[in-house]
Structures are given as C-alpha cells and as structure tokens.
C-alpha cells in the first residue's frame, strides 16, 4: 500500500520522473513565519556592573533576539545629573550599544518589560479612583473610602492637616518611571543621528477617555497652605516641592501613565513606551540611554528593554484567522442553544421514583 505522503513516480515522455509530496521549504509551509522581530536587552542590574563609564560586553543571558545573526551589544554605567521644579540630584545612567545586523520594517515598537510584578493581585487593580482621575474634586473621605483606602492620604511631617493623595492608590504610586531616549544611530564619519521615536498614540482611544486634569486648588508657588492634595510618596523626587501651577501632574497628557493604569493579567508583561510608524530602523550600530530609577532587582523581578517589528502574513491583511474564531464560537454558541431547548423541551421524565435509592 503506498503511503499518501510517500513519492509518487509519474511517467512522462521522457521516462519516469519522481514527484515528492512534501510540502514546499519556504516559511509559510513550514511554520517559520514570524509574527514579530524583537530584540531585548535585559538591564537590571545596570547600576552594579563594574563598566562605570566604559562599555563592557553584556552577559549573553541579558540579551534575546528573533533576528537573524548574533547581536553583539555593550553597556556602561554611569551617573547623570537631572534638575526637577529647581532640585537637582545624581541619577544611574545605562548606555547600551548594539548593531542592527537588517532593516526593521514600520511600525517600530519600543517596550519595557517586567517579570515578577503582579499587576493583577485583587487588591493592586482596584486600588485607585477613576473619579479623581477624570479630574474631579473628589474629597479626601471619599478617597479614603474608595479603593485607594490603601494609600490615600497623607499627613505632612510639619504637623500641617491631612491631605488627599492624587492620583491615589497603588497603581500610581508604582508607576514605571525609567526615562528613555529615542535610540541613536552611530557613525564613524559623521555625528550621530536620532532615530526619532514618539510617546503620542501608545494610549488606545478608551484609556483617553478616562483622564481629565485635575480641578484640585494648587497654589502659584511650593507649600501653599491652600494646597489640599500631595503627589504619591513614589514620586517624591519627580515633584520634590510637592504640587504647585509650575509644576503639576495633568494625567490626559501623559499617555505612559495610561498605559500603566491599564494593569496586566500576568506578572510578565510588556508595556509600550515609544513608536515610530513611518520610517524603518536602519541596519547599523545603535545606543540607548536609560535614566534607571524603578527598582525591579528589590521584589526579585527584571526590567528588560525590547525593539520591535510587526510583521504581517501577506502583503494585504489576513482575516482568515479571524474569521475561523467567529466561527468556531458561532457554532460552539449554536451548540449550546440547541442543548439547552433540549433538556428543556424533551427531557426525561421520571417514571419510577422506587430508583430513587441509595445503593
């Protein structure tokens, strides 16, 4: 008996020629598509590595790439001086060089990464008021019995009255605030040039809806008396004078703290952070530069930065798979209305009630 996935022999005019049924090695017949490039660059511990201003190989283990080639990249360390509303203070800096070996095709997605971070603990995704967010002047005993309860106020240490933490709750207060730069394209011959990367549209039109700024009374200057909310304790250095009109949090402008406020099902998840839609990432050498400031290393979890490329089955989208899923589930719905109108309609009626025993 000849096996359907065997070789066939088919005559011709020319003798016998023979035909395998094996399917074609091209990426498509054989499973090789791949639904995005990537390459991360895991940067945990970038302020313990010795290479204090002078770049040094990273650990294999920190580097994962889907392109083609083995990317060879560096990092340093090194502290940077940044100024908030008049405070300045030294932060770590990590410098990261890798080379690019092919194009990335648009769009260009730019993540982070953390591991261990349970974004979806019951307590964690509720803690916060959606009120207060939409820029009402929620009062403080409403925010403390909303499910900020966790952290809603605060009293000053100068003995002042206790005031409302805005935004309040957990999530804001663990806010991702590692700072990036839009990578760098290396040159010999000339100075480098900036592969431009945009903060605006990374928040879907949803989340937009749900930020107002805030209509809280702020003073024109720090420690006005007439101030009645403070910023999150985590965020004590990026608002060092606390809230005031030259320096207040409007949450409908910062779409990375959209993204943050839409929490994660699992622990491990990416986060977007910056894209460009337009033009490709051109093959060549490349350096990042990340002000690290949010402790992933303290609760055991990483931080990772990951570059991306979508890419598509075909040159025109596909909505076979789509499709498929509408259908499985219109069947699978169908299914279970038919079953229900049966057990309603003709179920089995009990004869006997002398079965009705314990055996």
């Not at 005559?11 to 499973?31: I, L």
């Not at 403070?230 to 320096?247: C, I, L, Q, T």
């Amino acid at each position: 008996m000849t096996k359907p996935w065997g070789k066939k022999k088919i005559p011709n005019s020319e003798g016998t020629v023979t035909k395998s049924r094996k399917p074609k090695d091209n990426p498509f017949n054989q499973q090789r598509m791949q639904a995005w490039e990537l390459i991360r660059f895991d940067y945990t511990r970038c302020h313990e590595i010795e290479a204090y201003d002078e770049l040094k190989a990273i650990p294999s283990a920190n580097i994962y790439s889907h392109l083609p080639g083995n990317p060879s990249a560096q990092w340093k360390r090194s502290n940077e001086s940044l100024t908030f509303d008049g405070v300045t203070k030294n932060y770590t800096q990590c410098t990261i060089e890798f080379s690019l070996d092919q194009d990335l095709q648009p769009p260009v997605l730019f993540y982070y990464r953390l591991t261990k971070f349970y974004q979806n603990h019951r307590k964690y995704m509720t803690s916060l008021n959606s009120a207060q967010l939409k820029g009402h002047n929620v009062s403080l005993a409403s925010v403390k019995n909303s499910g900020c309860s966790h952290l809603a106020s605060t009293i000053p240490n100068d003995g002042g009255p206790e005031r409302a933490i805005y935004p309040c709750g957990l999530i804001a207060n663990s806010y991702f605030n590692d700072s990036f730069a839009s990578p760098l394209r290396l040159s010999e011959s000339s100075r480098p040039t900036s592969y431009n990367m945009s903060k605006l549209g990374i928040a879907s039109n949803d989340d937009k809806s749900l930020y107002r700024p805030s209509t809280y009374r702020i003073g024109a200057k720090p420690g006005a008396a007439s101030v009645t909310i403070v910023p999150p304790p985590n965020w004590a250095e990026r608002y060092p004078r606390g809230y005031h009109s030259g320096n207040m949090f409007d949450p409908e402008a910062d779409e990375s703290f959209m993204v943050w406020m839409r929490t994660a099902a699992a622990p491990n998840f990416a986060k977007l952070a910056m894209r460009n839609l337009e033009q490709p990432m051109e093959s060549g050498r490349y350096r990042l530069q990340v002000f690290s400031h949010f402790p992933a290393h303290s609760y055991g979890g990483t931080k990772s930065i990951i570059l991306a490329s979508s890419k598509q089955i075909s040159p025109t989208e596909s909505t076979l798979l789509g499709v498929s899923y509408m259908a499985c589930g219109g069947i699978s719905i169908a299914f279970v209305i038919f079953s229900v109108l049966v057990m309603f309609l003709k179920h089995r009626s009990l004869k006997d009630h002398h079965f009705l025993h314990r055996q």
